[in-house]
């Protein structure tokens, strides 16, 4: 034939033998991998196990801090006797009714100081606890007005030593 010396196959050497065994001819290497890509079901073996599977991670149920003593306090009532010689954390009246008379001097709000030592009430919160200011009239015969200044600044005085308190506990 014509074109039978053209049309010869070519020599063929086998491919000298790599480093690495060759169980998957089929798949491509990788720069990255020697080994090929390998389906991430497939078995372990000794130079190339499997992907490293990140855990999924459980959500862990929501709580709430473990409450501190004074938390407790008021889940679990104390059988131990109130201790008497606990600091009351709000002003006396004197000192307050001292202060609120340098804001509103025409108020005469010391006359009053006297009048509040007769029915033994001496921090704040016993007027605070009084709620209304008919029931600070009624109790202390100060006038309306001045019962009403009197109740707003001491709710006031109160919110804030509650929130004073909250801070440094």
């Given at each position: 034939m014509f074109f039978k010396n053209s049309h010869r196959p070519a020599p063929s050497t086998p491919a000298p033998p790599g480093p690495f065994p060759s169980f998957a001819p089929y798949l491509a290497m990788n720069p990255m991998n020697p080994y090929g890509f390998m389906p991430p079901w497939g078995m372990p073996f000794p130079g190339n196990p499997t992907i490293p599977v990140t855990p999924t991670p459980v959500p862990q149920p929501r709580s709430s801090p473990a409450p501190g003593p004074s938390k407790l306090a008021a889940v679990f009532p104390s059988s131990d006797p109130p201790d008497m010689g606990m600091i009351n954390p709000y002003p006396e009246i004197t000192d307050f009714l001292h202060e609120l008379d340098g804001y509103q001097p025409r108020r005469h709000l010391l006359d009053y100081v006297d009048k509040f030592n007769d029915l033994d009430f001496y921090n704040i919160d016993e007027?605070?606890?009084?709620?209304?200011?008919?029931?600070?009239?009624?109790?202390?015969?100060i006038s309306l007005g001045n019962a009403t200044y009197i109740l707003t600044q001491v709710k006031?005085?109160?919110?804030?030593?509650?929130?004073?308190?909250?801070?440094?506990a």
């Open positions: 007027i605070g606890n009084l709620k209304t200011p008919q029931a600070l009239v009624d109790t202390a015969g006031a005085e109160m919110k804030r030593v509650d929130r004073a308190r909250r801070l440094t």
